[in-house]
Nanobody
Framework: VQFVESGGGLVQPGGSLRLSCVISGLPLRGVVLSWYRQTPGKGRELVSA????????ETIDSVKGRFTISRDNEKSAVYLQMNTLKVEDTGVYYC????????WGQGTQVMVSS
């Protein structure tokens, strides 16, 4: 199983980014996909999760109303649209299944700074 994340970068507060993750080696039927992040001084935390039917089932309070998770099963991909970014959103973002039971990819760095 391999996760390849992309789309991170440097953005000013209030800006937007769209993260992408392509998954290989894992049948996605019935699999809940998730985005996690590791921020400075904190461990890895779950940001949002989405069922194979496209229903968001988990979103941390700090990103509600700003981040939207989506997926394309045909492309074996999951996305995270991040709007109104804040400095505290800075970190490395990873995708995995809910629970993070598969090896982690390299992640994609998001830096929010003026």
């Amino acid at each position: 199983v391999q996760f390849v994340e992309s789309g991170g970068g440097l953005v000013q507060p209030g800006g937007s980014l769209r993260l992408s993750c392509v998954i290989s080696g894992l049948p996605l039927r019935g699999v809940v996909l998730s985005w996690y992040r590791q921020t400075p001084g904190k461990g890895r935390e779950l940001v949002s999760a989405i069922t194979s039917a496209g229903v968001s089932v988990e979103t941390i309070d700090s990103v509600k109303g700003r981040f939207t998770i989506s997926r394309d099963n045909e492309k074996s991909a999951v996305y995270l649209q991040m709007n109104t970014l804040k400095v505290e959103d800075t970190g490395v973002y990873y995708c995995n299944v809910l629970g993070g039971q598969h090896p982690w990819g390299q992640g994609t760095q998001v830096m929010v700074s003026s």
